[in-house]
T-cell receptor
Framework: EPEVTQTPSHQVTQMGQEVILRCVPI?????FYWYRQILGQKVEFLVS????????KSEIFDDQFSVERPDGSNFTLKIRSTKLEDSAMYFC??????????FGQGTRLTVV | QKEVEQNSGPLSVPEGAIASLNCTYS??????FFWYRQYSGKSPELIMS????GDKEDGRFTAQLNKASQYVSLLIRDSQPSDSATYLC????????????FGQGTILTVHP
């Protein structure tokens, strides 16, 4: 059964460094999302991506964040200058036009 | 501000009992409703989706939706210890490109 794949599973980075989180959605997915979950807190929406552009973003998704789908398969989330408070689980999700969203296994980002 | 509210629990039920999980939402234009299961350190896993008023059954799971009361619930029959997890209620709105708004989750413990 196809699934959303995320890499790496765990990333440790120093404060101020750039990180890129990668996702390979299921091939027929049209809508793509990034969510994050700080330890012990609720899952929060970051950004949605459709037709090769951002369709919606939350107030969390500031200028430090960017997304792209450079080659039609990978979907990436970049954080330019990480802060301690960026430490969280980051989930990629995808869906077709009329189905439920399916999540990748997540990337645990630890900023030290 | 769209809100999804859940009782954080923990909810403890004996093996074989029915577990009842509840969720309310604030945005009346919410259209789609989902229950995800999340094991500790893992990603949300879709259990049920429901789009219209009434009940929807899938195996041991029944989702119930009441749009007039802005209420959605999940019943788990014949609860098993493997059902012990956090259950996340999530909703999407009419113009949000499928963005999910999550509740904080209810911790369910099924004891033998």
């Amino acid at each position: 059964e196809p699934e959303v794949t995320q890499t790496p599973s765990h990333q440790v980075t120093q404060m101020g460094q750039e990180v890129i989180l990668r996702c390979v959605p299921i091939s027929n997915h049209l809508y793509f999302y990034w969510y994050r979950q700080i330890l012990g807190q609720k899952v929060e929406f970051l950004v949605s991506f459709y037709n090769n552009e951002i369709s919606e973003k939350s107030e969390i998704f500031d200028d430090q964040f960017s997304v792209e789908r450079p080659d039609g398969s990978n979907f990436t989330l970049k954080i330019r200058s990480t802060k301690l408070e960026d430490s969280a689980m980051y989930f990629c999700a995808g869906r077709t036009g009329a189905t439920e969203a399916f999540f990748g296994q997540g990337t645990r980002l630890t900023v030290v | 501000q769209k809100e999804v509210e859940q009782n954080s629990g923990p909810l403890s039920v004996p093996e074989g009992a029915i577990a009842s999980l509840n969720c309310t939402y604030s945005d009346r234009v919410s259209q789609s409703f989902f229950w995800y299961r999340q094991y500790s350190g893992k990603s949300p896993e879709l259990i049920m989706s429901i789009y219209s008023n009434g009940d929807k059954e899938d195996g041991r799971f029944t989702a119930q939706l009441n749009k007039a009361s802005q209420y959605v619930s999940l019943l788990i029959r014949d609860s098993q210890p493997s059902d012990s997890a956090t259950y996340l209620c999530a909703v999407t709105g009419g113009t949000s490109y499928g963005k999910l708004t999550f509740g904080q989750g209810t911790i369910l413990t099924v004891h033998p």
